[in-house]
């Protein structure tokens, strides 16, 4: 670069094209000289050291993590961050939940980015998105989805009702159950009559499980109770 005529001192600005570089640590130094570069007169400056990074952060490890179902209704919420060029401005980190940004409780370092809400979460599904900076101002950006739930599967006893009065010894027993957040998981669902375990004789599905007494059984008079567990895929 050439300085004007006859200038002995000012500022002047320069235009450096890095993109023959890769990303990497670059260092500078501008030299001046005083008339003649062959006279030797010259100053120059302290290394500077430029780093060049067009590569965005990288956002990874969601928790909870993609599709898992939480259960608890105030889950830690957040994501592993790195960079390997300029490094992540912690304070540029942004996180929301349901499209909602969260403005407080944030808890932000250069490794990660966390967020446990104040108030209980509503049950089903959930949205979060982590979107990171690097201080060459790079943007790298997480979204996914994960679920919150806590409570059992719902259970309704289609036949006979709880209390029902019936007129024969042989009745077919009929319970529902849905779980719309999680499902129910069929391979848990247990059926015991008067303390017997009779689910190896029971239709079972993904909403409902039938039961019919086997051939020659019958209930004696009285009070019968029917127990059924059952749990969700969460």
Sequence with gaps: ???????????????????????????????????????GLRGCSALVRVIRDDVPPEVKTPFPSLFEFARTRTPEIGA?????????????????????????????????????????????????LVVAFDRAGNRGELEWTFFVDTEPPPLEHVFPL???????????????????????????????????????????????AYLELPEGVVLAEGPQTLQVALADRA
Excluded at 14 to 20: C, Q, R, V
Excluded at 91 to 113: H, I, M, P, W
Aim: net charge negative; hydrophobic share 40%; charged share 20%.
């Design 162 to 208: 709880p209390g029902q009065y019936l007129d024969t010894n042989r009745p077919a027993f009929l319970v529902r159950f849905e779980d719309v957040v999680a499902g129910t998981d069929p391979a848990s669902v247990r059926l015991i009559l008067n303390q017997v375990e009779l689910t190896e004789l029971t239709a079972i599905g993904d909403r409902e």
């Design 80 to 128: 592993s961050l790195f960079d390997a060029g300029a490094g992540i401005d912690e304070a540029a980190t942004l996180l929301f939940v349901d499209g909602v940004e969260a403005a407080s409780g944030v808890v932000r370092t250069a490794e990660r980015v966390s967020f446990v809400p104040a108030e209980p979460m509503s049950q089903g599904q959930h949205r979060a």
């Design 1 to 39: 670069y050439d300085n004007p005529p006859n200038v002995k001192s000012g500022t002047r600005v320069f235009s450096l094209d890095l993109t023959a570089f890769p990303t990497a640590t670059v260092t500078l130094r501008a030299c001046a000289w005083q008339g003649n570069p062959q006279a």
